[in-house]
């Protein structure tokens, strides 16, 4: 286990929203070390119930010597609304964890899209730590598909 300045065991705070799902280039829930924790957001859960339980969480991990130093925030998608309780989420357990670095990462299905919004939020974050973007890159079908319809629209503007 990894220790911070201060001696205390470090770990990584993995949070899953509601609908998110585990992305397959992340580690295993056998991986996790005693310092991880992982809060899901249950399903019909109500979002100020998810960030209290989730604060309360924070708040345990700290009182038992845990410094998260990671934070990962899975979505489902990045959409306006999903962004904004996202930010909400971050800066809440930031504040009580005091982690150095977050990690957002969507598990939508439009990578580009969601990409974007998402380095709209990692702006907005970047005052509270250092912040990196996890989006799925699109597909070879979705990327044929934008292509296709880039060149018909080039070929005849008005279709």
């Known amino acids: 286990m990894q220790r911070n300045e201060a001696n205390r065991p470090t770990g990584r705070l993995i949070v899953m929203t509601q609908g998110a799902r585990w992305p397959s280039w ?53 959409d306006e609304a999903s962004l904004e309780q996202a ?5 809440a357990l930031v504040s009580r ?16 899209r969601d990409g974007r919004r998402l380095h709209r939020l990692q ?4 005052k509270v730590a250092k912040v990196h973007v996890e989006a799925p890159r ?8 934008d292509a296709a319809v880039s060149l018909v629209n080039r070929i005849n503007p008005g279709a």
């Not at 930010?87 to 800066?91: I, M, P, S, T």
């Not at 964890?97 to 580009?112: K, W």
């Open 87 to 91: 930010e909400d989420v971050v800066r």
């Open 123 to 126: 702006r907005a974050l970047s």
């Open 26 to 78: 992340f580690l295993r829930y056998r991986d996790l070390g005693p310092g991880d924790a992982v809060i899901a957001h249950d399903s019909g859960e109500a979002l100020p119930a998810f960030l209290d339980r989730a604060k309360v969480s924070a708040v345990e991990l700290t009182a038992l010597g845990v410094a998260p130093q990671v934070l990962y925030l899975c979505l489902p998608e990045s």
């Open 97 to 112: 964890t005091h982690a150095r670095e977050i990690v957002l990462i969507s598990s939508g299905a439009d990578g580009e």
């Open 138 to 145: 699109p597909s070879a079908r979705q990327v044929a598909r």
